[in-house]
């Protein structure tokens, strides 16, 4: 059983935070996204915000799971999360743009899953520390493939 879970809650929290606001900011670059690349961000985006919902749920339900409760609202989320929203709809941002900042997102919520790993795996939390090491795995190999788009 998890030894210490005040840690591992705050740290499961911060992700439901970030995943929230990630997927908003995906929906919104999906929406948003023009220029020449528009087919082809368009469907990634997608792609990517349908990920971010499933490990907002999983992350979430790990909590429920064991006895926490997960921030379940917008304002909750917005000031837990290190993940910025997106610009509001009237500014311009550049397809470029777009892809910059995913990239650095998923570069800070894969920093902080390493770190939730170690304060997972100090608290006898195997399960949790192994769904972040499957999350992160997968937002490095979205982070690679941004930064190769990026060039």
């Known amino acids: 059983m998890v030894k210490t879970m005040g840690k591992v809650s705050n740290t499961l929290n911060k992700q439901v935070a970030n995943f929230s606001v990630l997927y908003m900011k995906l929906h919104h670059y999906h929406w948003y996204v023009k220029g020449e690349n528009f087919f082809t961000l ?7 915000y349908k990920e971010a919902s499933l490990h907002l749920d999983t992350i979430a339900e790990r909590m429920l799971a064991v ?9 909750e989320h917005l000031e837990m999360a290190s993940v910025e929203e997106a610009s509001n709809s009237g500014e ?4 470029s743009e ?6 650095d997102d ?8 390493t770190d ?4 997972a795996e100090d608290s006898d939390d195997q399960p949790t520390a192994d769904m972040f090491i499957s999350i992160r795995t997968s937002l ?3 982070k690679w493939m941004l930064q190769a788009y990026l060039g």
């Open 98 to 103: 777009m892809v910059k900042e995913l990239v």
């Open 42 to 48: 368009h469907v990634k985006f997608e792609e990517l």
């Open 92 to 95: 311009e941002i550049s397809a």
């Open 116 to 119: 939730g790993i170690s304060v």
């Open 67 to 75: 006895g926490e409760k997960p921030a379940a609202t917008l304002k």
């Open 140 to 142: 490095e190999k979205h």
């Open 106 to 113: 998923f570069d800070t919520i894969c920093k902080e899953l």
